[in-house]
């Protein structure tokens, strides 16, 4: 199995100055937003934002090193989705995520509202900073969505979706994310519109594809391994692929999700009625479509390192589930 | 007395206009972001800042009409400012805002993170739709500006700061967004730089003068007037102006500031202590000395009704003392 960091060698050095710049950045200011931001980017970050940030940069300019601009992209991403997760750890009341801390739970519910808009803030800022309206069009727009997920996730808690709307759903929240600031770096790259559309569509599938690995584990996965209890989401009311495929087959996980889990066990029993019917397997096809989907999206970019590492993530999603 | 109604009478029409977008933009999303925009974009705002961006507008081109760019800024000025009072509520713990509940309080502090959010997502895509990058770059300086502000009350909680360093912050918290924005409209217009920078330096006057009329009334006013109990700046250790000026005539102020008012009696003693020293006097007039700076940056706009309201404005920022 490759592991993530062997998979972002092509941009090791690039993440390395990227995390510096991160730290430096946000701790500067605040000794507590410092003690949140050694928390934020440290080394428990996969940084596979910045790392497709970056790998589509050397991909699409294989001839050139990376722009300075793409630096502040990558950074960018990162603040922004660390921004998205720190929010989400008080609207959510989380106190551990990948099995540490939340900034929430250390520092309280002021500090993680503060960290948060500081990251935003600073990060429309630097946006504003690249003179480029389309890149921060593109990434106004997952500002937005990011909005609009959790939003969507508040109103259809504990109600059975379509999967076309658990995919809507999870567009917003993971893969809008991969797939503008995919777009966006090669923009900065300055290529054909149509290769920025093939970039923004192989983020676009390859978010999917990791939102949906991230919802089996949910199901399948050790709380070690998880960082937090297995069945969380379930849980919570989020209802995700497995069990949305699930309930074609097991009528009753709908009346135990309609009493929101009320009676003791009705959580144990929906987690063996999920994992005994066909939805995790069916979940696992779906995730392995958007891979594949993401891939072909790469066929017209000159081979490369890069390149190759891009194709090696798509793999590497669907192996977190082996 | 002027009141603010009567002042903005050149854009009343303008600004219900934007009431009424500003709620169903926010409100049709969801439910409880619904009761909470009723609540925010309710009657009793004053709605300053977009007024000041329609009376630039129109002050700048006096014989056409606003576009509807325009519109949309003073839109924008509106959400990030009330996103950015959202989250201080939260950060603040604060339970009452113009005398009535705040969103925090009354929807408890998830909701209050998530409404910020989306406000401050929904201002900066209406921002880079705008379609002009030296718009997007001024209003990005604000939500820095906010997050900046708030980082350094934090950090300079009951300690004693020069008149500059409140100035910094003050202009940080309240002027920022009446500085940029003015010149942000006067860009939208399309007039000379040196005109946009007149604007600008209104708005910053105006603004500093606003919240340093703001830091008196926290002595002065009674709780019904502010909304608020009298003396909570100070309690809270946020040291303005009128106790920075009396600092000068009383040393056993410090003291009681350096102890955090500990004691019985001590937050009493200091606000004795202020009334008692020219701190309000000396406030007054530095209030008088930026709102008169601020009509300053008016003689170069042509005569006419907006541009007469923008200089009441001054007057009536001045006006709330008496």
Same mark, same amino acid.
Request: net charge negative.
């Given at each position: 199995?490759?592991s993530?960091?062997? $998979?972002?060698?092509?941009?090791?050095?690039?993440?390395?100055v990227?995390?510096?710049? $991160?730290?430096?950045?946000? &701790?500067?200011?605040?000794?507590?937003?410092?003690?949140?931001?050694?928390?934020?980017?440290?080394?428990?970050?996969?940084?596979?934002?910045? %790392?497709?940030?970056?790998?589509?940069?050397?991909?699409?300019?294989?001839?050139?090193?990376?722009?300075? *601009?793409? *630096?502040?992209?990558?950074?960018?991403?990162?603040?922004? !989705?660390?921004?998205?997760?720190? !929010?989400?750890?008080?609207?959510?009341?989380?106190?551990?995520?990948?099995?540490?801390?939340?900034? !929430?739970?250390?520092? @309280?519910?002021?500090?993680?509202?503060?960290? @948060?808009?500081?990251?935003?803030?600073q990060?429309?800022?630097?946006?504003?900073?690249?003179?480029?309206?389309?890149?921060?069009?593109?990434?106004?727009?997952?500002?937005?969505?990011?909005?609009?997920?959790?939003?969507?996730?508040?109103?259809?808690?504990?109600?059975?979706?379509?999967?076309?709307?658990?995919?809507?759903?999870?567009?917003?929240?993971?893969?809008?994310l991969?797939?503008?600031?995919a777009?966006? %770096?090669?923009?900065?790259?300055?290529?054909?519109? %149509?290769?920025?559309?093939?970039?923004? !569509?192989? &983020? *676009?599938? $390859? @978010?999917?594809?990791?939102?949906?690995?991230?919802?089996?584990?949910?199901?399948?996965?050790?709380?070690e391994?998880?960082?937090?209890?297995?069945?969380?989401?379930?849980?919570?009311?989020?209802?995700?692929?497995?069990?949305?495929?699930?309930?074609?087959?097991?009528?009753?996980?709908?009346?135990l999700?309609?009493?929101?889990?009320?009676?003791?066990?009705?959580?144990?029993?929906?987690? %063996?009625?999920?994992?005994?019917?066909?939805g995790?397997?069916?979940?696992?096809?779906?995730?392995?479509?958007?891979? *594949?989907?993401?891939?072909?999206?790469?066929?017209?970019?000159?081979?490369?390192?890069?390149?190759?590492?891009?194709?090696?993530?798509?793999?590497?999603?669907?192996?977190?589930?082996?």
């Amino acid at each position: 199995m490759t592991s993530a960091t062997s $998979l972002f060698s092509p941009v090791e050095a690039d993440l390395c100055v990227l995390t510096e710049n $991160l730290k430096n950045l946000i &701790g500067a200011r605040h000794p507590i937003l410092y003690a949140a931001a050694e928390h934020l980017f440290g080394a428990k970050g996969k940084r596979v934002r910045p %790392a497709i940030v970056f790998l589509v940069a050397r991909a699409t300019m294989p001839d050139q090193g990376i722009t300075e *601009r793409h *630096r502040r992209l990558a950074e960018i991403t990162e603040m922004i !989705h660390t921004a998205s997760l720190v !929010h989400d750890d008080v609207v959510d009341e989380s106190d551990v995520r990948r099995g540490i801390p939340t900034v !929430h739970s250390i520092f @309280g519910s002021r500090v993680a509202v503060l960290a @948060g808009d500081f990251l935003f803030a600073q990060s429309s800022w630097y946006l504003a900073n690249l003179d480029n309206l389309q890149v921060v069009k593109l990434l106004s727009e997952v500002i937005k969505d990011f909005a609009e997920g959790e939003i969507q996730q508040g109103l259809n808690c504990f109600s059975t979706v379509t999967i076309e709307a658990y995919l809507s759903k999870s567009y917003y929240k993971t893969a809008s994310l991969m797939a503008n600031s995919a777009k966006a %770096a090669s923009v900065l790259s300055e290529v054909s519109d %149509a290769q920025t559309q093939h970039m923004y !569509h192989y &983020g *676009r599938h $390859l @978010g999917l594809a990791f939102q949906i690995v991230d919802d089996i584990l949910d199901f399948t996965g050790s709380t070690e391994g998880l960082g937090k209890p297995a069945g969380s989401d379930l849980k919570s009311g989020n209802l995700t692929a497995p069990v949305l495929y699930a309930l074609e087959e097991k009528p009753y996980l709908e009346a135990l999700i309609e009493r929101e889990f009320a009676k003791e066990d009705d959580l144990e029993q929906a987690l %063996a009625l999920v994992k005994d019917s066909r939805g995790i397997e069916r979940s696992r096809e779906l995730a392995a479509t958007h891979a *594949r989907m993401a891939v072909e999206h790469l066929s017209e970019l000159p081979i490369s390192e890069p390149r190759q590492a891009l194709v090696k993530l798509a793999d590497y999603v669907l192996s977190r589930l082996y």
